[in-house]
């Protein structure tokens, strides 16, 4: 008896460490202005580096970044919009800035700018006076786009990884 109570405790565990599979993504027909996606963000800068889930919600005027731990405690939230950029920690607290680059670069000490991402994630090379060097990783087709399934961004000594693990368009507000 306790050995079946052990064996079930023990596949309901390896079962809640499994990454859910892949959803299939949307068939475009161009890159969407709106979307949602979620996966995992890596920030290495020199010997510093921090992983977490994220989900993000991109709007043509606005953003939220859901930020969770590795095991998917959510730990912040940062919402902006083009009067700023406010983050809530779930530990309560927060910060504003007047811009999400503003508050990314307080908070983490890198300016990250959700359209530089939008862009690379659909492919797009940075801009050219950025800093930035990306590389698309790997790719996955979605109709006739190409979205990236990972990316990597350097700049100096700051390297951002973006890994997507599911992904869809959202209807224009």
């Not at 996966?39 to 930020?67: C, F, M, N, P, Y």
């Not at 508050?103 to 994630?121: K, Q, Y």
Request: hydrophobic letters at 40%.
């Amino acid at each position: 008896m306790i050995a079946r109570a052990a064996a079930l405790a023990l596949a309901l565990l390896l079962g809640a460490c499994a990454t859910t599979p892949p959803q299939p993504l949307p068939q475009l027909s161009a890159v969407p202005t709106s979307f949602e996606m979620s996966g995992r963000l890596a920030l290495r800068q020199g010997d510093r580096s921090e992983i977490a889930k994220l989900r993000w919600t991109h709007r043509a005027t606005r953003d939220t970044w859901v930020i969770a731990s590795p095991l998917g405690n959510e730990v912040a939230r940062i919402e902006s919009e083009p009067g700023g950029a406010t983050l809530y920690q779930a530990s309560g607290g927060g910060y504003q800035a007047d811009s999400f680059a503003d508050l990314t670069e307080r908070v983490l000490g890198v300016a990250l700018e959700p359209a530089d991402l939008a862009a690379w994630l659909h492919g797009e090379q940075p801009r050219a006076n950025s800093g930035w060097t990306v590389t698309l990783d790997e790719k996955q087709p979605a109709g006739k786009v190409e979205i990236a399934r990972r990316l990597s961004a350097t700049r100096g000594e700051t390297t951002v990884r973006l890994v997507v693990d599911e992904y869809r368009a959202l209807e224009s507000p």
